[in-house]
């Protein structure tokens, strides 16, 4: 069975830094594309993050370009998303996914998902 376990969310000020973590258990993450999603109230699910599996190929959204780093770390079978001057409008809960290709990994085609994590921005 199939598990991914975010934490790290909470509440920041403007500016401030969070680390995500994404804990994986059912799967080899080493095998895996991972992907990090965001939703917003009110709003749909959008791409903020993604990593191959070999951790070679890496996107990001234009919104986050600069501000958040995606890694992983295979030994821990555990990914991460380093969030770093945030802004109000990251608000929203956070989604880690795993999928086993990288095709259209910017999109929610993905396999597995997480219960999310909120991460909340006050001005």
């Known amino acids: 069975q199939v598990q991914l376990d975010e934490s790290g969310g909470g509440l920041v000020q403007a500016g401030d830094s969070l680390r995500l973590s994404c804990a994986a258990s059912g799967l080899t993450l080493s095998s895996y594309v991972m992907g990090w999603f965001r939703q917003a109230p009110g709003k749909e699910r959008e791409f903020v993050a993604a990593?191959?599996?070999?951790?070679?190929?890496?996107y990001y959204a234009d919104s986050v370009k600069g501000r958040f780093t995606i890694s992983r770390d295979d030994a821990k079978n555990t990914v991460y998303l380093q969030m770093n001057s945030l802004k109000p409008e990251d608000t929203a809960v956070y989604y880690c996914?795993?999928?086993?290709?990288?095709?259209?990994?910017?999109?929610?085609?993905?396999?597995?998902w997480g219960q999310g994590t909120q991460v909340t921005v006050s001005s």
């Open positions: 996914a795993a999928k086993r290709t990288i095709v259209a990994a910017t999109t929610t085609s993905y396999d597995y």
């Open positions: 990593i191959s599996w070999s951790g070679i190929r890496i």
